[in-house]
């Protein structure tokens, strides 16, 4: 291998790392900027399943506000206290389909009365999320997970990490497509501003359409949608088209109250079932895999090394607490590390933790006053899925870039390598063409939790890609090649005195170090 291009544990053409902040006003442009990429999972989750549950529209404003309340308490938690990367953790859509099966389930859907099937769904929701919870936070303080990622090397994260961007392929494009006019305009804005201008800087030195690229183009976009909403293009047009392209049909500005305060419970005692809790559980582990997939890449992303064990499970031990916060409030959804975020990292090329705290503090302080909130939730979703087409790319070529610490002309390494990311984005998309009504899935026994649990693991892809490259990395010609898969460059990282940079990092604020001494 010639040493032109030498492998690097960190990106070395990134301006700010963990530690080092832009100027104030940059940072807080910078926050808002994460702050407005949240909005779009936020909103469009609720959107899909509050009228599933017989919820109104009012329902469904209170439960955006509750779910980035939440968010914004969970991305404070984990900067501070968990991996202290600067990952936002916000709503996720790996928990749909455990909560379709509790939507659906015949006790529920005999209410009548929309109002109070809304409830009760809502209630059975946040039971499950409480009693899963417990399974991130018992892997996550006992160790058990830091203790599963020594069997993780550099070969086996590549296709992980790959498929945690590469695997959300269907919310790219396929949804910017059912807008084109808005869609369309927005990618090339994005890709025009954040590389072709980078170095054009109006105002003295400072690069404004590389670092708020983001910003600038949802702002035109969105202006752009506006009028054409006000001019009446879309009147007759089809359901699907109106509900992507216009700025008012989410009824939220009408429908959020001014000023609206989430608090646990606020929608009833939670009811636990052991089926729900069970289906719940396998999103569960998804997120957990997949959250160490976005870990692995904002690490690299925010100029950092890549997290030690202990740093990886004290960060699902915090993102359970993140879950269990998400059962007490009623979000409607479990919570994830948000990929588009990370990528944002790699765009905007600052990967400052204090950028994602004051982000967290936009997301509580707009869900506090709700009308403000919701003309922001009014942005058309295929601004986003412009915006997640460039970032979950950035993100899954991060994961490609693990493979420069291994040996790729080994015909074991390509095999793997190979296998893992084609089964893993082949075997999602077989299970999800049968996720389709009336059939609610490829696995239907009578047990609906068991298909629920099947269902779930088998459409996540960093899920499936983890179980395979991690098995066949571990199972084939181990001893030879422990040099071809990159052990040797990541096994230094493993602990957290084994590199002096992950004090740096890693530490844990105010002295808390002495009270829990990193192993």
Not at 300 to 322: E, F, M
Request: hydrophobic share 45%; net charge positive.
């Amino acid at each position: 291998m010639g040493e032109a291009h030498p492998p690097m544990d960190q990106l070395q053409d990134l301006e700010y790392c963990i530690d080092s902040n832009p100027p104030w006003p940059e940072t807080i442009l910078l926050a808002f900027q994460n702050y407005i990429l949240v909005l779009g999972t936020s909103v469009m989750i609720p959107t899909l399943l509050v009228p599933m549950m017989g919820g109104t529209d009012g329902d469904k404003a209170r439960v955006i506000q509750t779910l980035l309340f939440v968010a914004g308490i969970n991305t404070l938690l984990q900067a501070l206290f968990g991996t202290r990367l600067p990952t936002v953790v916000g709503g996720s859509f790996a928990y749909v389909v455990p909560i379709a099966y509790i939507i659906n389930d015949s006790s529920l859907q005999r209410i009548d009365e929309p109002h109070i099937r809304f409830i009760q769904t809502m209630r059975a929701i946040q039971g499950a999320l409480i009693v899963a919870a417990s399974i991130q936070i018992i892997l996550g303080y006992s160790q058990v997970w830091g203790l599963l990622s020594r069997f993780f090397s550099p070969l086996g994260m590549a296709p992980v990490v790959g498929l945690v961007g590469l695997g959300l392929f269907q919310r790219g494009f396929p949804a910017l497509g059912n807008c084109v006019e808005i869609g369309l305009p927005m990618l090339f804005l994005v890709i025009g501003l954040s590389q072709y201008l980078k170095h054009v800087k109006p105002t003295r030195d400072f690069p404004i359409f590389e670092r708020f690229s983001v910003l600038i183009s949802v702002t035109i976009i969105w202006i752009y949608s506006l009028i054409l909403t006000a001019s009446g293009a879309y009147r007759g047009k089809p359901y699907l088209t109106q509900l992507s392209c216009r700025t008012d049909r989410a009824n939220l500005i009408s429908t959020a109250p001014w000023f609206k305060f989430p608090y646990p419970l606020q929608w009833g005692p939670p009811t636990f079932a052991a089926g729900h809790s069970f289906a719940m559980m396998s999103a569960v582990l998804v997120s957990m895999a997949e959250s160490t997939g976005a870990y692995k890449a904002a690490s690299r992303l925010a100029i950092a090394t890549p997290p030690p064990a202990y740093v990886l499970s004290r960060g699902i031990g915090w993102q359970g607490i993140g879950i269990l916060l998400d059962g007490l409030f009623g979000t409607g959804t479990g919570s994830t590390v948000s990929v588009e975020n990370v990528g944002l990292l790699g765009l905007t090329r600052v990967g400052s933790r204090r950028v994602v705290q004051i982000s967290a503090g936009f997301m509580i302080f707009f869900s506090l006053l709700g009308k403000f909130g919701a003309v922001f939730a009014s942005i058309p979703f295929a601004i986003y899925a412009a915006l997640y087409c460039v970032l979950f790319g950035l993100v899954g070529s991060v994961g490609l870039s693990f493979l420069q610490f291994t040996n790729m002309n080994c015909m074991r390494n390509l095999f793997i390598t190979g296998l893992s990311l084609f089964l893993g984005i082949s075997i999602p998309q077989f299970f999800d063409q049968y996720w389709v009504l009336p059939r609610r899935g490829l696995v239907h026994t009578n047990a609906g939790w068991f298909n629920a649990f099947l269902n779930t693991i088998f459409m996540s892809p960093p899920t499936v890609g983890l179980i395979i490259a991690v098995f066949l990395d571990n199972t084939i010609d181990v001893d030879k090649s422990k040099k071809d898969r990159g052990m040797t460059w990541w096994v230094k990282f493993r602990t957290f005195r084994g590199d002096n940079r992950n004090e740096e990092f890693y530490t844990l604020p105010f002295n808390l170090n002495r009270f829990f001494p990193p192993t």
